[in-house]
């Protein structure tokens, strides 16, 4: 049932992604059809195949699609380059060739792949609520069965991303919205007989700094929040009777989006008490949840397991020490799938000692540290289906 991750990498590379999933997802279906397995494709576009029955139930996901423009493929000896090579095919390539060469021996394996993490998940959205939201590449409007519809509901799940084969257990949120202020228009030769939102937009620059809704996590640290835009203003001569400020907020958990709304909104407010000026904040509208922040027990059975592996498979392949545990350092589908114990895990980097890798013109993952990852994935699951994985451990972990 095996495939080669490398060869299936270099043919994943080669098709982009950019725009359409279809030439990736073809060649994903055929691999697993050539295992002799029938996969599906849902309403919402997410692959999906299984092995084995019953509990404990491990689920696999990654991402077909990447971001633009498509980077043609190329091999330099060990090093595959091209778009999408470590963000993230070369992630699906070892999971593939886990999920395929794994000895089940009790429980359920799931490859859940999606089709739209760069953009709103939409697939990820209907995995786990069966709704297929629009602005996706799925049947809007469809609904599908989500994963515990048909299969016993996953005990723990595995998200390739790029970590370095390091086991990443939590991960910041991502939230996006707008300041927006509002005076009165006057002519600027009069300043006083209107209300200037733009001034009042610098007050709440400052507020912004001292917004501090949440401790810090254990795992993850401070949440931060950047102002990445600011627009106001009609006319050079005129006291701006608008002005908008767009906030970039990567947060910590328990915190949510619209706890974060509400706080903040909050906070604005106070600090324009007393001023002509009137403040609101609103979320970025959009057809899916943001991706919110998200923390597994870093003793949870899924993070040992795949942590001893990693270490053992990166040391056989001569790619350095891994299987550190730590957080993830960008958002990612993740998050969906929390409260259950969930771990991002996958081979190559988001940036190395010399700029940007993952999204960038430079992109590459080294062959050997693929097969390492499909290798480390491979061990942790016979461990975890294979009898090592206690009733009392999954009931503790979810």
């Not at 993230?88 to 359920?108: H, P, Q």
């Not at 939409?122 to 519809?149: F, I, M, N, Q, R």
């Not at 991502?174 to 939102?197: D, L, M, Q």
């Not at 102002?227 to 001569?237: A, F, L, Q, V």
């Amino acid at each position: 049932m095996s495939v080669d991750p490398i060869e299936f990498l270099a043919d994943a590379v080669r098709a982009d992604s950019t725009t359409d999933v279809r030439e990736a997802r073809d060649l994903l279906l055929d691999a697993l059809r050539d295992a002799g397995l029938e996969p599906r494709v849902d309403a919402a576009g997410n692959v999906r195949a299984s092995r084995g029955s019953g509990r404990p139930h491990l689920v696999f996901n990654t991402h077909l699609d990447t971001v633009s423009p498509h980077v043609p493929y190329e091999r330099d000896g060990d090093t595959i380059h091209g778009r999408g090579a470590c963000d993230a095919k070369g992630s699906l390539a070892a999971l593939l060739a886990a999920f395929l060469d794994a000895d089940i021996d009790a429980g359920t394996l799931t490859l859940a792949i999606t089709p739209d993490e760069e953009l709103l998940s939409t697939g990820a959205h209907a995995l786990l609520t069966g709704e297929v939201a629009p602005g996706g590449p799925g049947e809007t409007g469809a609904s599908v069965d989500p994963l515990g519809a048909e299969l016993p509901d996953p005990d723990a799940f595995v998200v390739g991303e790029p970590t370095g084969l390091d086991v990443c257990t939590a991960a910041r949120g991502r939230f996006e919205g707008t300041i927006a202020v509002e005076g009165t228009a006057a002519h600027a030769a009069s300043p006083e007989s209107g209300v200037n939102a733009v001034s009042a937009a610098g007050a709440l620059l400052g507020a912004l700094e001292t917004f501090d809704d949440v401790d810090a996590h254990p795992q993850l640290g401070e949440a931060t929040l950047v102002p990445t835009g600011i627009d106001g203003g009609e006319s050079t001569n005129q006291v701006p009777a608008g002005c908008e400020i767009t906030v970039d907020r990567r947060s910590v958990p328990p915190e949510t989006a619209a706890g974060f709304r509400r706080a903040l909104e909050a906070h604005l407010r106070a600090a324009l008490e007393g001023a002509d000026a009137s403040v609101s904040f609103s979320l970025t509208e959009r057809e899916t949840p943001f991706l919110e922040a998200f923390a597994t027990d870093p003793d949870a059975p899924v993070v040992d397991a795949l942590a001893d592996a990693a270490a053992a498979a990166g040391e056989g392949a001569g790619v350095g020490e891994r299987g550190a545990v730590r957080p993830f350092g960008a958002a990612t589908e993740a998050s969906y799938f929390a409260p259950a114990p969930t771990v991002v895990f996958g081979p190559g980097r988001l940036a190395d000692d010399e700029g940007a890798v993952a999204h960038a013109e430079r992109e590459y993952v080294d062959a050997e540290s693929v097969r390492a990852a499909a290798t480390a994935l491979r061990t942790a699951t016979e461990r975890l289906l294979g009898g090592d994985w206690s009733s009392s451990d999954r009931a503790s972990s979810r």
